[in-house]
């Protein structure tokens, strides 16, 4: 009896203990952090929230950390230089770091409206307070756009359309009034004609012809003055949506393309991402086009429907059944040239296709003797889908023909009808009655032009349909990592290449201690690049783990993880750009540690040398660079953040033993972890270990001597001379 009460007490005060430590009073609460707070202001723009768990990590760089959090809000974010000039074009806030006298900048928001900007700070509870000029001296270089993503899932059409249209609402209201008063303004010309013609002319009275010639003047100029603002704000609507979308949808296409890569499926050729990309823009734009369009007639067109309807009724109702069946064509006409586009199996995916693989192989076409195929294929696949537009195109002339003569049928209609029902007999009410179906039928023509847009709006969906069916990856996954020490390891790993029936590498266990140096090598095909990709995470593992400093990187933010890992492939090379973009790759890095990778990389030299420097474009050429040259500024991109982990894949192939040495060198002086793969095997005899695999199996390790004396398959492949004959991993 006595241990359950004391047992009881226990639990009583470890409850109130709990309870008072779960109380937070405003003295204890957490203090608001700035860069929490700019972000979910930011990501309400873009109608979305941080998530409440939402904190920055101690040893988490700021850079990572908004990249993070806005994953986790499910927006993403770009890294931008203030000094751009298209900085200034931006329609979204940008989040600026304010230099303070403290070593901590202050986060703000830059607001921009036409020529001013504006900026919010937490102090100002993120009021925006004007500034009479913008002096980017007080901001660090570096700011970001916090830019909405598309969802996850499958995106419908409804959910496309209605992408960004919440920072468009003002827009939209904007442009619906302007044309509805533009409307108003047109009908007062035929409603003010008929006292014209009755009282004003026939009395000869100047005074006052002069002053309703004044009044037709300013209605007209209110016209145009609201059309010209409908138009603006129109622009304004395709500009900020489109702005927003296609970055939106660069951002899926990139998450797509990874998902395809870890199952083992083919990826789309450059030229056909971009395309997808660009048209999922220009779809989206067709659309609100059309229905703006839409509104735009029916808003002008609906007072004057109203004068001929009062003027009188059996001629509007005559008027409106020319209208309907007018409608009715055009809308058939559409619908035929939009199924003569989208009927058939070629697309303009295809003939690209073609051209774009073909002339990536052309050495290969050329050795075979295949460019007649090449040509031929090429061709067919072009003439099919121009095919497809000549019979479109042909719809389109009876469109075409429509839109030319649908003025002069509907005002005909009108006196027609007039004429037959007697609806009118005496007056100026004919007069006006044919203005306003003057009106309408300009409306109508608007109208009609809008509609036939539509056909090319059908295959440009065709085009974006795989984009928007397809699921990427989630862009929120895993916990955030620690800092890599350079520990990594891996248990019984076995990954396959898509539907394969044999594993690429199988139950391959191997453990690596920081600041170790390994080497991965094996005859051709044995699960090299493959083993690679596993501790990258680039495939997924059929089973065992990896784990980086005891967590398994399933678990883990992988982006997180490959942030932290500098990696050279055999493959790679520079994009368009400058040589600093080239070396930052993205990162927030100054020239000065720019400059410092480029020395460590034996390049410095040869950058001074250059007249532009570390701004020297770069072109898909690599700009004239040797690929020794090349090699090394990869090596530069991979030793600019100074990881913990380095992985090479055959990345100093193409450089002479001098430039060999300072490459080892700057590695031993980053202490960090390394990972080869080597063709050349005498390159892994300053490796602590040597990894070799032989048909996705791990079938021995050891120092290059031990390896030597074992006779294994190490040996065989030195005795063999294929370290003298680059293999493929």
């Known amino acids: 009896m006595t241990e359950l009460a004391h047992e009881t007490e226990f639990q009583t005060s470890a409850h109130r203990i709990s309870r008072f430590l779960q109380w937070h009073t405003p003295e204890m609460s957490m203090p608001r952090d700035p860069l929490i707070e700019a972000l979910q202001h930011l990501a309400k723009g873009c109608d979305a929230k941080l998530p409440p768990s939402a904190k920055l990590m101690g040893s988490e760089s700021r850079d990572r950390s908004i990249h993070r959090l806005s994953r986790e809000a499910g927006v993403h974010a770009r890294m931008v230089q203030l000094k751009d000039q298209t900085i200034g074009e931006s329609p979204i806030p940008l989040l600026a770091f304010r230099k303070t006298e403290d070593a901590l900048s202050e986060p703000v928001l830059l607001h921009r409206s036409g020529k001013n900007w504006s900026v919010s700070d937490m102090a100002k509870d993120w009021k925006k307070q004007s500034l009479k000029r913008l002096d980017l001296r007080s901001f660090e270089e570096t700011a970001y756009m916090i830019l909405p993503s598309l969802p996850d899932g499958q995106i419908s059409k409804k959910a496309l359309l209605m992408f960004g249209l919440g920072r468009s609402k003002r827009e939209l209201m904007a442009f619906g009034l302007m044309t509805l008063l533009s409307g108003l303004a047109i009908t007062l010309i035929p409603m003010a004609s008929a006292p014209l013609l009755d009282y004003v002319v026939p009395e000869g009275d100047r005074g006052l012809t002069y002053n309703i010639a004044i009044f037709f003047a300013i209605v007209l100029g209110v016209n145009m003055l609201t059309r010209f603002a409908s138009g603006i704000a129109q622009l304004r609507i395709k500009g900020i949506n489109g702005f927003l979308l296609r970055a939106a949808a660069i951002d899926r296409a990139i998450r797509l393309a990874d998902k395809k890569s870890e199952l083992g499926q083919s990826i789309p050729s450059a030229p056909i991402a971009v395309l997808s990309t660009r048209s999922i823009e220009s779809w989206h734009r067709g659309v609100w086009g059309i229905a703006l369009s839409v509104l735009s007639s029916i808003l002008i067109a609906l007072p004057s429907i109203f004068v001929i309807a009062t003027t009188s009724l059996a001629g509007g109702l005559a008027f409106a059944g020319i209208l309907a069946i007018v409608l009715a064509v055009g809308y058939v006409i559409s619908k035929r040239r939009i199924m003569a586009l989208i009927d058939g199996l070629s697309t303009p995916q295809s003939w690209m296709t073609h051209a774009y693989e073909g002339l990536s192989m052309v050495d290969t076409i050329r050795s075979t003797a295949a460019e007649g195929r090449l040509f031929n294929n090429w061709t067919d696949a072009f003439l099919a889908l121009r095919h497809r537009f000549l019979k479109s195109d042909r719809a389109?002339?009876?469109?075409?023909?429509?839109?030319?003569?649908?003025?002069?049928?509907?005002?005909?209609?009108?006196?027609?009808?007039?004429?037959?029902?007697?609806?009118?007999?005496?007056?100026?009410?004919?007069?006006?009655?044919?203005?306003?179906?003057?009106?309408?039928?300009?409306?109508?023509?608007?109208?009609?032009?809008?509609?036939?847009?539509?056909?090319?709006?059908?295959?440009?969906?065709?085009?974006?349909?795989?984009?928007?069916?397809?699921?990427?990856?989630?862009?929120?996954?895993?916990?955030?990592?620690?800092?890599?020490?350079?520990?990594?390891?891996?248990r019984t790993i076995t990954c396959r290449h898509g539907n394969s029936a044999r594993p690429a590498i199988e139950q391959v266990s191997f453990d690596i201690k920081a600041g170790e140096h390994i080497g991965i090598t094996g005859p051709s095909g044995a699960g090299k690049s493959t083993l690679i990709k596993a501790i990258l995470g680039l495939i997924p593992c059929e089973s065992g783990s990896v784990r980086f400093e005891g967590l398994e990187l399933s678990s883990l933010d992988q982006q997180a993880i490959r942030q932290q890992i500098g990696i050279v492939d055999q493959n790679g090379k520079l994009f368009p750009g400058t040589l600093f973009e080239n070396i930052a790759a993205g990162a927030p890095i100054s020239s000065q540690q720019a400059m410092q990778a480029v020395a460590m990389a034996g390049l410095q030299q040869d950058v001074e040398a250059l007249p532009l420097g570390l701004n020297t474009p770069v072109g898909e050429t690599e700009c004239g660079f040797s690929g020794g040259q090349v090699q090394r500024f990869l090596l530069a991109r991979a030793f600019v953040n100074k990881p913990k982990i380095l992985i090479f894949d055959e990345a100093t192939s193409a450089l002479d033993p001098d430039l060999q040495d300072h490459i080892d060198w700057a590695i031993d002086q980053m202490d960090a972890t390394v990972i080869s793969i080597a063709h050349r095997l005498e390159t892994l005899q300053t490796c602590h270990r040597i990894l070799v695999l032989d048909q996705g199996v791990l079938v021995e390790q050891g120092s290059y001597h031990e390896l030597v004396e074992a006779g294994g398959l190490f040996s065989t492949l030195i005795d063999a001379g294929e370290d003298h004959q680059p293999l493929q991993a």
Do not use: F, H, W
């Not at 109208?447 to 989630?474: C, F, H, V, W």
């Open 396 to 490: 389109g002339v009876s469109s075409t023909a429509m839109e030319g003569s649908v003025d002069g049928l509907l005002v005909l209609s009108a006196i027609i009808a007039l004429a037959i029902t007697g609806g009118v007999t005496s007056g100026s009410a004919p007069v006006s009655l044919v203005i306003a179906a003057g009106n309408v039928a300009g409306a109508i023509v608007a109208l009609l032009s809008a509609l036939s847009q539509a056909p090319m709006l059908g295959i440009q969906y065709r085009m974006i349909e795989m984009l928007l069916k397809d699921t990427p990856n989630p862009a929120n996954t895993g916990l955030i990592p620690p800092d890599l020490s350079g520990e990594i390891s891996c």
